[in-house]
């Protein structure tokens, strides 16, 4: 088979994987070799569907022992199989790096023979990558679970990232989709890499010189919408993931229905707006201060459809607002729907020369479409009359404007659905 | 209002500013402007003086380094012509609070200066990964672009560290510019005539795989046009190797 037909292959069971990123890895060039990363990480492209393209995403097989429900390259799957050597996969990434196509590269797998072997060769064209054609670029690679302990410790010191597909967020629902993968196998490897990360950490600070270990630190990445959790469940998890295990990301990915599996949901089309709300929770867990109890409860287990979760917070906390921009601390303006990391930042570094009023909150250019129904500033509202969560609502799904004037036009139902 | 005038070219500018700053008590109140050689145009004309220029930025550069990286962007859009008054007192109000400066967004003159400096520096981001080489006959490689800012010093800076074992140009289409890195030695340079050398033998073969890669990483049942637009708008598909197959 060709080169031009296995990355065909390949790529396309690998795009499943939501991850891209390749920020957090300061790695310099060394003088004959190719390539550094950059802090920040760098989009190359935004394929089709919009997601950004900054690594070479592919398998290095998809021939796949096992039979996961939910995947597309299980074993009952009837796909064509293909297999990379180490050699194709070091090529490809030195030409596709060399013409700026790409950041680094992303390498998964199915799982061949055994667990062994498969992070074995994968291991093996990291390896090569950084010691023979001493390549600086970003690598992040996948953890094949149940591989052994020295495997992992290898691929640590090769990558930027590695991590471990926690793939289902239960271990029910693993056993039902997954009947050959388990949680345990799961855990235990990222437990380790949360230990080798945090040794490498403390080695670094006394010696410059000591070893890296997954500078980019570890990510994961679960299937929403072909199990039945709730949103709640997913969210403690994935906090309880950020907090004991130390993870950098967990990635949603909302299940594209690629096979057919009475065990699985029939779905009309992938459930994009959940993993959305997710993403926006998961910003919440990780730089606003919030925690999965204050978002969800047992009694609200699901995300608003129609509200972002700050905004379903806040309008459930009227005790909180009016919040005064002029006054408050950082973590309390964050909690402002419309508020992000950046305004806040921007409302506390301009309010050091003068007051802001409602103009200037427009000039440094905070987005007051939400914002303004929960912040004063010296005192004054925004907005004129005294609003309850109830007014507040209406007017955020509506504007302002149809609230006060009943339509006058002839409504065609149907054709505007505007759903209270 | 007083009103000062500069021949137009970045040095000018800064020469007329630092000029300014010495010789006015209240800089927050004076007008520069371009010359533009009308008959009855109002104002006093500065001289321009290269090494006032220079001593100026580095006197920024020491007080505020991160304001002067603004200013530099700022320069890169080209477009101090319309915005010196607010440079004049962008550098005023930067000698009075430092770097802090970015953060008086209230004041005019300093949004108008950091939102121009934004827009350069986001070109920049993006221009580092959207940017294409294409490898040449004689294994050197070449990528042509037309960026809005003149942005090709700090990116041929960027490759020169990531891409350090491998002869390039970078050519601006649009400004004629090129930047060539070989041995370890970065030039810039102007461009009269350009003629596009021949690719070497393999060069096709890798584009089809990438071409190929950049499709089938889509999955077809979350196609987004729009968004994929409004991350890599279509001004930069020109030169994109993947977009050449569509």
């Keep these: ?420 | 209002m007083k009103r000062y005038l500069y021949d137009g070219t970045a040095d000018g500018l800064l020469s007329a500013i630092s000029w300014i700053l010495q010789e006015e008590p209240e800089p927050e109140k004076v007008v520069l402007a371009e010359r533009e050689q009308t008959l009855f145009e109002e104002g006093f004309f500065i001289n321009t003086n290269a090494l006032q220029a220079e001593s100026l930025f580095s006197r920024l550069r020491h007080r505020a380094p991160d304001a002067a990286y603004t200013i530099y962007m700022f320069m890169l859009a080209e477009q101090h012509g319309m915005e010196s008054s607010s440079l004049l007192h962008y550098v005023s109000l930067l000698f009075t609070y430092g770097d802090k400066v970015n953060g008086y967004l209230t004041h005019p003159a300093v949004r108008d200066i950091v939102s121009v400096a934004k827009k350069a520096g986001r070109e920049l981001h993006r221009m580092k990964g959207l940017l294409r080489f294409e490898k040449l006959q004689d294994g050197a490689y070449l990528a042509k672009m037309e960026p809005d800012n003149n942005i090709i010093q700090p990116l041929a800076n960027h490759f020169r560290t990531r891409l350090r074992a491998q002869h390039w140009f970078l050519y601006d289409v649009k400004r004629r510019v090129a930047a060539r890195w070989s041995n370890g030695v970065l030039q810039f340079g102007t461009i009269e005539q350009f003629t596009t050398p021949a690719l070497s033998e393999d060069e096709k073969k890798v584009q089809a795989l990438w071409q190929t890669f950049f499709k089938t990483i889509a999955i077809p049942d979350r196609k987004n046009s729009r968004l994929q637009k409004s991350n890599m708008p279509m001004k930069y598909w020109k030169y994109l190797t993947e977009k050449q197959a569509e």
């Excluded at chain 1, 959790?229 to 594209?256: C, P, T, W």
């Excluded at chain 1, 969560?389 to 409504?411: D, K, T, Y």
Aim: proline share 6%.
């Design chain 1, 1 to 420: 088979m060709d080169i031009l037909a296995k990355l065909q292959i390949l790529s396309g069971a690998a795009r499943y994987d939501a991850s891209c990123a390749s920020s957090g890895s300061k790695r310099e060039a060394s003088s004959c070799g190719v390539g550094n990363t950059s802090q920040s990480g760098i989009c190359h492209s935004w394929s089709d569907d919009g997601r950004c393209i900054s690594l070479l995403k592919i398998l290095l097989s998809n021939d796949c022992r096992y039979d996961c429900a939910y995947c597309v390259n299980r074993s009952s799957n009837l796909v064509p199989r293909a297999s990379f050597t180490a050699r194709e996969v070091v090529d490809l990434t030195l030409d596709f790096y060399r013409r700026n196509y790409i950041e680094g590269l992303f390498l998964s797998s199915a799982v061949m023979q055994s667990p062994d072997v498969t992070m074995e060769r994968m291991v093996r064209v990291v390896e090569a990558l950084r010691t023979e054609e001493q390549f600086g670029g970003y690598i992040h690679l996948k953890i094949i679970p149940g591989c052994s302990s020295e495997l992992v410790r290898k691929a640590g010191l090769y990558a930027d990232r590695i991590s471990v597909n926690i793939e289902l967020p239960s271990q029910v629902s693993l056993q039902r989709l997954a009947p050959q993968k388990s949680k345990a196998a799961i855990l235990e490897p990222m437990k380790l890499i949360g230990q080798e990360i945090n040794t490498s950490l403390i080695e670094r600070s006394t010696s410059r010189r000591a070893p890296r270990f997954a500078p980019a630190g570890q990510s994961t990445q679960m299937i929403i919408g072909a199990s039945p959790e709730n949103d709640f469940q997913i969210l403690r998890l994935s906090q309880g993931l950020y907090k004991k295990m130390h993870l950098k990301r967990v990635y949603y990915s909302a299940y594209v229905p690629v096979s057919e599996d009475n065990r699985l949901p029939a779905l009309a089309a992938p459930p994009l707006l959940r993993e959305h709300r997710l993403y926006q929770a998961d910003w919440l867990l990780r730089f606003y201060g919030f925690t999965a109890e204050e978002i969800l409860s047992d009694d609200l287990p699901n995300l608003d459809e129609t509200f972002d979760p700050k905004t379903a917070w806040a309008l459930r906390h009227p005790e909180f607002f009016p919040v005064e921009i002029n006054r408050a601390d950082y973590a309390t303006l964050l909690r402002v729907p419309g508020i992000g990391v950046t305004s806040a930042k921007r409302i506390i570094a301009a309010r050091r020369f003068s007051a802001i009023t409602p103009e200037g909150m427009k000039k440094i250019g905070v987005v007051m479409k939400r914002a303004k129904y929960f912040i004063t500033s010296s005192g004054r509202r925004f907005e004129k009359h005294d609003q309850t969560p109830a007014i507040i609502s209406q007017q955020l799904l509506l504007g302002e404007a149809r609230v006060v004037e009943p339509p006058r036009q002839l409504v065609f139902p149907g054709l505007y659905s505007c759903q209270p």
